[in-house]
């Protein structure tokens, strides 16, 4: 008993040392909520190895025990988010734990986090381990709660950063894939027909002005079709290249508008200098397309901004990325 009360006290001075986590408080799941934020919540851990040692949080019966989790990959240093969950009906109750692969709020401006796996394994201190669910956009686990039952979970990060955690009743989380599915499928369809309408237009009417926007047109459909997913769909490419068609979609997509606005304003009639800085833009451009297939992080043309980003940096992200990204929402 001496030995577990030194080793406790070392764990809360000199965590790094003791590899020893203390007890955490466990989270209410309410059986009629829709979902809830546990990324706020946890606990994260780092610096510990490819093993963490942590107390489970304390049952109805108020016991504490202990669990130790090894990484998925041996010799590693990953990072851990903690959190514990109880049950506190009398009914089983089931849940998605959900992490977005990509978000434009908090993805960062130079090098920013593109598509990438977010949670590498969760492991429960009761029971088997939660089930990986299939999807292209989020990193998903089902998790299972029996009545009255308290269970501590340990999340083994893929990354540094840590992702948002959310818990997601089933039905209400594929409520709402179904309504976002709907929407993006009518703006895919409007951009569409725009895209093919401008490009007959100027088989009738042979106008800069017409294939110019109509490659806004082309440019902005095919960004939607990576950002909404559909890219997976239409091709046979895996989630896991996902971020280089998204980083040469949204420089591919700026090139098109530097193209617009150089026909629509009439570039070419001012002068030289203006022109020269133009037509630098374009190819500018062009060459993180190219780029893009090589480091997929650094080109993007519609850059998301950090909410701790300097004043300085902001004028190289659109509105709208910054007015997501200070509200801390994703689409």
């Known amino acids: 008993m001496l030995a577990y009360g030194l080793l406790l006290a070392l764990s809360q001075f000199y965590p790094p ?63 851990w988010l903690v959190f514990a969950l109880s049950n506190p009906s009398d009914s089983r109750i089931v849940r ?34 939660p089930e990986s669910l299939q999807s292209d956009r989020a990193d998903m686990f089902r998790l299972t709660l029996e009545p009255g039952q308290t269970v501590t ?4 990060l893929a990354s540094s950063k840590v992702p948002q955690l959310t818990l997601w009743t089933p039905k209400f989380y594929q409520a709402k894939q179904q309504d976002s599915m ?41 960004y939607f079709c990576v950002d909404f997913g559909f890219w997976n769909k239409l091709f046979p490419v895996g989630p896991d290249r996902t971020a280089t068609y998204r980083a040469a979609a949204e420089a591919g997509l700026a090139a098109s508008l530097a193209l617009f606005l150089y026909t629509f304003l009439r570039i070419g009639l001012w002068h030289v200098w203006i022109r020269s800085v133009f037509w630098v833009w374009i190819a500018a451009q062009f060459i993180l397309i190219v780029v893009a297939i090589v480091d997929r992080r650094r080109p993007r043309g519609l850059r998301a901004l950090r909410p701790s980003s300097s004043r300085a940096s902001e004028p190289y992200s659109s509105p709208i990325s910054r007015f997501a990204a200070r509200t801390g929402r994703s689409r």
């Open 96 to 129: 998605w734990l959900v992490a977005p692969r990509y978000a434009l709020a908090n993805s960062g401006v130079f090098r920013p986090e593109l598509d990438a796996p977010r949670i590498t394994a969760v492991t429960p201190s009761l029971g088997f381990r």
């Open 182 to 222: 709907l929407f993006k499928g009518v703006l895919l369809g409007i951009t569409g027909l725009l895209a093919i309408f401008l490009t007959a237009i100027f088989a009738a009417n042979h106008r800069a002005i017409f294939p110019a926007t109509a490659l806004v047109a082309w440019a902005a459909l095919v």
């Open 17 to 79: 040392l003791a590899g020893v986590a203390n007890a955490i408080e466990a989270l209410a799941v309410d059986p009629d909520a829709a979902k809830m934020e546990i990324t706020t919540k946890g606990e994260l851990y780092e610096g510990r190895g490819d093993r963490l040692q942590i107390e489970t949080a304390p049952g109805p019966d108020g016991y504490i025990g202990r669990m130790a989790v090894q990484a998925s990959t041996p010799g590693t240093d990953p990072s």
């Open 153 to 156: 979970y340990a999340a083994e």
